[in-house]
């Protein structure tokens, strides 16, 4: 019984709180302070679910509308030739979205984990190519599809001030990496913050697509329809040519699976994520052919084909004198699919540090943001190394090809797992037709530019995914020394600065210790 203090029978209490209640009191405030300090780690070492249907939605249709539908119409045209089979194009590109949406819809209600197709594959395949995707998405497909809309971002920004000639490189790459910046910081700063970046990104680019489907509507009421005369004359249909008309227009609609990615942070995701889904992509599709018509009442294919920027073109002809509005708000729609992407990807990089097959700081969480802000700088960097060739072109070929290639492998999972998991619920099940119908559909889309177009990129694209092997086997299955300190050591350093920042804000919880181990993730002090 020692330290506690005894009192007599004949002792009278104190008073006014003296002695007995000051004690009372301070063992009360401990405790109290014992269990906020538990209620405070349990929180920080999870994402939070912060995000409702309208977020879900605005996510898919601010990632979605981006750079492609500005850019991705004269390609798609040049491909087909014609007018009919162009828009013919574009529906179908929202259906097979729509569709592969579906399928991913049904794995994200049956593998609750942010991280997108990384768990997916995991459970399906194991963990070689769910680790073969974390590689090529980490270092190929997001960082590579970051640095292609913020490059777009900054040359239409730049346009305006560089008329009659092309804005030089330095600025362009400099704009690039300054929008990377202010990205990464924000999404690491706050979810919500993000978010709502996001939302009013996503409003003010629906503006500019109003603004263009309303107005081509009005030509298109007032009589200007020779444009769509004869519309499949001229047509010259090649398997290389149809397949390279895909590639294009669905570059325009990629990110039809990001909502996958923040799972986790989802409200209510067995009816939040299919409801997005369904909403989202379909009426995404609805914009982009209402855009095309629009752009081919006031453009022939011909003039279409020789614009530099279809949607100025578009503005000159039909906004003037406020043409310039055109320019502003693609650089917004550019910018929110840019703060989307980087939203969603930096979550992949958490999940594949949560598992192993990245540095275990990767998987941290911030204590005070609840974001995963080693992962998203990380995306960061990634795609600032990739602004510096500064190829276009090259990276949307590197994009298309690895992308596709693991949505087919991934919805070809979903198929492998109705026979090998039947134990798992499924609360959304799509009729099996569905994902064989995409699967093969993703192979052709792999295999219709290397048989079209062969190319030595596509070689390099496959080498450097097949090198994630060798890092795989030397860092994850034989766990090489030196990685494993890096990781243990960085794990260590912030055990022992959280508990530092414990002992100065509440002396009683620093007896409780912080140990490192495979529950220990997502303490970060930052």
Not at 132 to 144: A, D, E, H, Q
Not at 146 to 166: D, K, M
Not at 310 to 317: E, I, K, M, Y
């Amino acid at each position: 019984m020692a330290g506690k203090r005894i009192r007599c029978p004949d002792e009278q209490p104190p008073r006014f709180g003296s002695g007995w209640k000051m004690e009372e009191t301070s063992v009360r405030k401990r405790r109290e302070d014992e269990k906020s300090i538990q209620s405070i780690e349990h929180k920080t070492t999870n994402l939070q679910k912060e995000l409702g249907l309208f977020s879900g939605i605005c996510i898919i249709v601010g990632t979605i509308i981006g750079s492609g539908i500005f850019i991705s119409p004269k390609s798609v045209l040049s491909n087909m030739e014609a007018v009919g089979p162009c828009l013919i194009i574009w529906a179908t590109c929202g259906i097979l979205a729509t569709l592969g949406a579906l399928c991913f819809a049904e794995l994200g209600t049956m593998i609750t984990k942010s991280g997108g197709e990384y768990p997916y594959l995991m459970e399906a395949f194991g963990p070689i190519p769910a680790y073969l995707f974390s590689w090529t998405s980490l270092f190929v497909i997001k960082p590579s599809s970051f640095a292609i809309i913020c490059l777009s971002f900054s040359e239409y920004v730049s346009a305006p001030f560089y008329s009659g000639c092309n804005p030089p490189q330095v600025v362009i790459k400099l704009l690039a990496a300054a929008a990377i910046l202010l990205i990464t910081t924000v999404n690491a700063l706050s979810v919500r913050l993000g978010s709502y970046v996001q939302n009013v990104f996503t409003a003010a680019k629906m503006v500019i697509v109003v603004v263009i489907i309303i107005s081509g509507l009005v030509l298109l009421a007032q009589g200007n329809t020779r444009n769509f005369e004869n519309s499949f004359e001229g047509t010259k249909l090649s398997l290389g040519a149809i397949g390279l008309a895909f590639y294009n227009g669905l570059w325009a609609y990629d990110g039809w699976n990001q909502l996958n990615y923040i799972t986790e942070e989802l409200r209510n995701p067995f009816r939040n994520l299919p409801l997005a889904i369904i909403i989202g992509i379909p009426l995404v599709t609805g914009c982009y052919i209402l855009m095309n018509v629009s752009y081919f009442t006031v453009m022939t294919a011909t003039e279409l084909l020789q614009s530099q920027a279809v949607a100025v073109t578009f503005g000159d002809r039909v906004l003037y004198p406020a043409s310039w509005i055109v320019p502003l708000f693609v650089a917004f729609s550019t910018i929110g699919a840019a703060n989307g992407t980087c939203f969603t990807a930096g979550r992949l990089v958490y999940v594949a540090g949560r598992e192993g097959h990245m540095l275990k700081v990767l998987s941290y969480v911030s204590v005070k943001r609840l974001t995963p802000a080693p992962a998203i700088i990380f995306y960061g960097i990634i795609a600032i190394i990739y602004i510096i060739p500064g190829d276009i072109n090259s990276l949307v070929n590197y994009f298309s090809f690895a992308a596709w290639l693991f949505y087919g492998l991934t919805i070809f999972g979903l198929i492998v797992m109705r026979f090998t998991k039947k134990e798992l619920k499924r609360p959304i099940k799509v009729p099996i037709f569905i994902p064989i119908l995409v699967t093969l559909l993703s192979m052709f889309l792999v295999l219709a530019p290397i048989i079209s177009q062969p190319a030595w990129e596509y070689l390099y694209c496959v080498l450097f995914m097949l090198s994630g092997l060798i890092f795989y086997f030397l860092f994850v299955y034989y766990k090489c020394g030196w990685a494993q300190k890096i990781s243990s050591k960085c794990q260590l350093r912030d055990c022992f600065a959280v508990s530092k920042v414990r002992e100065a804000r509440h002396p009683v919880a620093s007896s409780v210790p912080i140990l490192p181990g495979p529950s220990y993730h997502g303490v970060l002090r930052s």
